[in-house]
Nanobody, 124 residues
């Protein structure tokens, strides 16, 4: 069974950077894609970025393009989210999620494994 554990969240001022990590217990068919989602208080959970185990270009939601970078290190069984030029609206709980089918990556229902989340607070 796959488990995901996030780390790296914290508090930072606007314009700063954070690097989130997602430790993946094992790569199987159920981790064909690994994504980062976030959820601010009172708002729906939204997809931020996704990376495909089999290769291919990562994808990003428009609001983070050019500022966030998703990557993976197979040797470390980890997926990372480098977040630069952070804005207050980037604040929220960030979750790592894995799916076997990766057709519509923004849909939360695509993912069958979720981590517990790591908090990101960006102050102005």
């Amino acid at each position: 069974q796959v488990t995901l554990v996030e780390s790296g969240g914290g508090s930072v001022q606007a314009g700063g950077s954070l690097r989130l990590s997602c430790a993946v217990s094992v790569y199987t068919y159920s981790t064909n894609c690994v994504a980062w989602f976030r959820q601010a208080p009172g708002k729906k959970r939204e997809g931020v970025a996704v990376i495909y185990t089999g290769g291919g270009r990562p994808r990003y939601v428009d609001s983070v393009k050019g500022r966030f970078t998703i990557s993976r290190d197979n040797a470390q069984n980890s997926v990372y989210l480098q977040m630069d030029s952070l804005k207050p609206e980037d604040s929220g709980m960030y979750y790592c999620a894995a799916a076997s089918a990766c057709g519509t990556w923004l849909l939360t229902t695509m993912y069958n494994t979720w981590g517990q989340g790591t908090q990101v607070i960006v102050s102005s």
